[in-house]
């Protein structure tokens, strides 16, 4: 007779499993990253018992130590684990999306509001701050794209401010590790309910997508039409 699983035992394998794996994208992007969060561990340890033993109360700060340790381990790995992904995504299309769909804040993203058949795309992104369209592509081709999305949705949006951002290494742009920093600067002007009804008028709009025409690049996969997300 089988045993049922215990509560939360099926879930341990899946985070171990996701925990190495992002531990072998660290050391394929970076050799340093795994020694570094060793080191970080290994010192906040130490710098911890060596108060205990100044203190007289070691016995008292070597528990505090190893909470300490794993706690810095986990901020430092968290970190270095952010900036390999950067380093993975950086230069693919929809790297900009990926960005705006794992952001914290109540932000709704509809992805590839814009685009062409160069793979250059316009995302939009609702939040506190208001309308934000961020592009894909270089500067010499991204511009249009955003000066006719904004022109369309600048009536949905009425007075509410709209942002566009640049996404890319070209002079003047916002590279996509840097992109949700930026964003999380902007200032809030909305109330949650004024991005709620927001939202709702600008997803009434028509989509302005289209299959581009001409030959499609060899290999390339066109971006996906609107498909809002909210986090």
Not at 40 to 50: D, E, F, K
Not at 118 to 143: C, I, K, Q, T, Y
Not at 183 to 194: I, V
């Amino acid at each position: 007779m089988s045993k049922k699983p215990v509560d939360g035992v099926q879930e341990n394998p899946g985070r171990l499993q996701q925990i190495r794996m992002v531990a072998k994208i660290l050391r394929q992007t970076d050799p340093k990253a795994l020694p570094i969060v060793a080191a970080a561990s290994l010192g906040t340890l130490a710098v911890v018992v060596l108060i205990g033993l100044l203190a007289g109360q070691l016995w008292l700060f070597v528990p505090l130590a190893l909470l300490a340790a794993f706690a810095v381990g986990v901020v430092v790995f968290g970190q270095l684990a952010q900036r390999a992904q950067y380093k993975v995504i950086a230069g693919q299309p929809g790297a900009a999306a990926a960005i705006l769909n794992n952001m914290r804040g109540g932000w709704s993203v509809t992805e590839a509001v814009a685009g062409n058949r160069s793979l250059d795309m316009v995302h939009r992104a609702v939040g506190r701050p208001g309308v934000v369209l961020v592009s894909e592509g270089p500067r010499s081709r991204v511009g249009a794209l955003l000066g006719a999305e904004k022109k369309r949705i600048a009536r949905a949006a009425q007075q509410v401010p709209i942002y566009d951002i640049q996404v890319g290494d070209d002079e003047g742009q916002i590279p996509v590790a840097k992109l949700q920093r930026h964003l999380m600067k902007l200032p809030r002007n909305l109330t949650k309910p004024q991005v709620a009804e927001l939202n709702g008028r600008l997803q009434a709009l028509p989509r302005s997508m289209q299959m581009p025409k001409g030959p499609i690049p060899k290999g390339a996969r066109m971006p996906r039409g609107p498909k809002p997300k909210t986090r």
